[in-house]
């Protein structure tokens, strides 16, 4: 079956530092991975994908994430953390065939608070 | 364009009573979803629709129908509320089902007393 476990419901950091918001999966054939990210009230956003390719991948807003097919993660990073970028960040996996093709299933979320 | 728009943005139901919520795209999209969001849960899809014509269930779809209208709407029906339905619900569309992002409508935020 497939799976997201986002292990820390919330990621404290000052801004200007690293961030990290860890992901890993569990999918029964290739992952499509993706991280979205909802601010306060409002629906999902998306930020960036990996479907095959570079295991780096950019996105929006200065985020990268790395897929690691050995360690089946793929965590959500920036070099210099904003205050605007506090949020509520969601890794989600599809998996790419079988009888729930159709289906995203998204991890419970990160609160991740950057703070002055 | 106005992307995903949903409605209501709010509703209170009483138990028992039923409603539709309605969900419409302006970016051509193929495929068309809906989630409900509760608290330490993450997105759980209820219904999606891969195309025009067709639909099919997703994690957790007791309690709810759909209807894929045309290409462009796709509501959610509430038959028979009950206060495990409270929640907030998002729909979502994408060009396709496999390799694409969503993009997410602002919510319902859905009250069953």
């Known amino acids: 079956a497939q799976s997201v476990a986002q292990p820390e419901d919330q990621v404290n950091v000052a801004e200007g530092n690293p961030l990290t918001v860890k992901c890993t999966y569990s999918?029964?054939?290739?992952?499509?991975l993706f991280w979205y990210v909802q601010y306060p009230n409002r629906g999902l956003q998306f930020l960036l994908k990996?479907?095959?390719?570079?295991?780096l991948v950019k996105g929006s807003y200065g985020f990268e994430a790395e897929f690691n097919k050995s360690q089946t993660s793929f965590h959500l990073k920036k070099p210099s953390a904003l205050v605007s970028d506090s949020a509520l960040y969601f890794c989600?996996?599809?998996?790419?065939?079988?009888?729930?093709?159709?289906?995203?299933?998204f991890g419970r979320g990160t609160q991740l608070t950057v703070w002055p | 364009n106005a992307g995903v728009t949903q409605t209501p943005k709010f509703q209170v139901l009483k138990t028992g009573q039923s409603m539709t919520l309605q969900c419409a795209q302006d970016?051509?999209?193929?495929?068309m979803y809906w989630y409900r969001q509760d608290p330490g849960m993450g997105l759980r899809l209820i219904y999606y629709?891969?195309?025009?014509?067709?639909?099919d269930k997703g994690e957790v779809p007791n309690g709810y129908n759909v209807s894929r209208l045309n290409k462009r709407e796709f509501s959610l029906r509430l038959e028979s509320a009950a206060p495990s339905q409270t929640s907030v619900y998002f729909c979502?569309?994408?060009?396709?089902?496999?390799?694409?992002?969503?993009?997410f409508g602002p919510g319902t935020r859905l009250t069953v007393t």
């Open positions: 979502a569309s994408s060009p396709g089902l496999v390799s694409y992002e969503q993009y």
């Open positions: 999918v029964s054939g290739n992952p499509y």
């Open positions: 990996y479907i095959t390719g570079d295991n």
């Open positions: 989600a996996v599809r998996d790419g065939r079988g009888s729930t093709l159709g289906r995203l299933y």
């Open positions: 970016m051509n999209h193929n495929s």
């Open positions: 629709s891969a195309s025009e014509g067709t639909t």
